[in-house]
């Protein structure tokens, strides 16, 4: 007789300790801007409240939305504004605000006043975690503008990648809620390019689907549209307003060709770059061209050199700078996701002088047998380069360096790693390639330190 196997019940999440103030309204002076979630710092008797919808120098009534007597820090929205910042401006769209959609964080915020805040963002970062003011860094203090002037109140339309989340029980796409689950229906994101809006997603159904991701390429009239069915769910038969092609991912998150391409066509530093299901690819369409040629001036290559690209992607930065380095030079790119690498060799393949390796940078560069090269550009994940990586780079002595990072603390402990061994920024650029919300992205040149 088979006996039943026993089932470990669930261990529940630990409940917060304290009593809770979620509802409390309190009325605070603003602070400073602060890294991470569109947030400034306020303080209420003594308690740090991390507030969003505010801006530096307000009066506000927050309303707590997360935190409890025991916290150490509570976080609010602001829901009353007593005395507004000069930089303020209405919220151009009516899913933004307290309790809204969670995708933009400084809709209330003049573009200029936007560019200000990053800014300091990046000042607190780099002085706070690298101990460098902005001239040690070789930074002018900006963030540089990206893409033509737009009449007052008109949103940049820049994001051509959006996921959308599917509401089950009325089957609408939506956003997501600021540090929430909950859905946020919308009739259309005003940030989103329009062979995004195009598609019609939010105008639809979507029975049996719990996420949509919605790509429009830039360069080619390529749109793919990648959809998550719900455990159990067959996918509906999809018609939308423009041609597309349709992927779905699969339990184990895999992603499987419904129709069409399998890949979406890009168009950037002279080339055609193929980017396949859902791959990583800049989502601002000005951003891919933007960060190479503010990779190729700071690294200003030269022929006959011999370049890395680590974390390469689609290979991008190792197309340029094989341009650059020309048939007596040699450039290896390095990247762990196994699709991306077979995108990256497709993109490459009549550019006899680069090569394309697939493992993760820690644990395939020390392998390689490289013990010196002239130029390295790295583009890490969010969370950096680390330690030991950049401690792996500066002993191949490179001439120059070139870091992109999209997140400022990483950036800043990286810089911080890269001094230990013998290197400093020589230039700093900090780009607003993802305006109305709190992320930017900086391109740093570093050169060994002179003895």
Request: net charge negative.
């Amino acid at each position: 007789m088979r006996t039943a196997k026993p089932v470990r019940a669930e261990r529940a999440p630990k409940a917060p300790s304290g009593d809770p103030l979620v509802g409390e309204r309190y009325e605070v002076e603003v602070g400073p801007v602060a890294h991470g979630g569109g947030h400034c710092v306020a303080r209420h008797e003594g308690r740090v409240l991390f507030v969003r919808h505010a801006l530096p120098g307000e009066r506000v009534i927050a309303l707590v939305t997360e935190g409890t007597t025991t916290s150490r820090f509570l976080r609010a929205d602001a829901v009353e504004i007593l005395d507004a910042a000069k930089e303020r401006i209405p919220a151009p769209c009516p899913f933004s605000g307290p309790g809204r959609c969670g995708g933009c964080d400084w809709q209330h915020v003049t573009p200029g006043g936007q560019r200000k805040l990053k800014g300091q963002v990046l000042t607190e970062q780099l002085a706070k975690l690298a101990q460098l003011t902005p001239a040690e860094a070789g930074w002018d203090g900006s963030v540089e503008p990206v893409g033509g002037k737009l009449p007052a109140g008109e949103v940049p339309a820049w994001r051509t990648r959006i996921q959308y989340a599917v509401d089950p029980a009325t089957g609408k796409a939506g956003l997501r809620r600021h540090r929430s689950h909950d859905i946020e229906p919308i009739d259309r994101c005003l940030i989103a390019a329009p062979g995004v809006s195009e598609l019609g997603i939010e105008a639809r159904d979507w029975p049996g689907v719990e996420t949509i991701e919605a790509i429009a390429a830039t360069g080619s009239s390529d749109r793919q549209v990648v959809l998550t069915p719900r455990e159990g769910a067959q996918l509906p038969l999809v018609e939308l307003d423009q041609p597309v092609s349709i992927a779905r991912i699969d339990e184990q998150g895999g992603i499987h060709r419904v129709h069409g391409r399998t890949f979406v066509r890009e168009r950037a530093a002279g080339r055609t770059w193929r980017v396949s299901n859902g791959g990583f690819w800049q989502i601002h369409p000005e951003a891919p061209q933007t960060l190479v040629d503010a990779v190729l001036e700071g690294l200003d290559p030269q022929w006959g050199e011999m370049a890395l690209d680590l974390y390469c992607g689609v290979g991008l930065f190792a197309g340029a700078l094989a341009d650059r380095v020309g048939e007596d030079g040699a450039v290896l790119g390095i990247e762990s996701s196994k699709q991306a690498v077979v995108d990256a060799r497709h993109n490459l393949a009549a550019v006899d002088n680069v090569r394309i390796e697939c493992d993760k940078v820690e644990s395939l560069l020390p392998r390689t047998g490289i013990t010196s090269t002239d130029l390295i550009v790295l583009d890490p994940p969010r969370a950096g380069a680390g330690r030991e990586t950049v401690a792996h780079l500066v002993g191949l002595e490179a001439r120059r360096i070139a870091y992109v990072a999209c997140d400022p603390a990483a950036l800043a402990r990286d810089l911080a790693f890269f001094r230990e061994g013998g290197y400093r920024p020589v230039s700093l650029r900090a780009f607003d390639l993802f305006p109305m919300t709190h992320h930017f992205e900086c391109v740093a040149i570093l050169e060994p330190v002179a003895e």
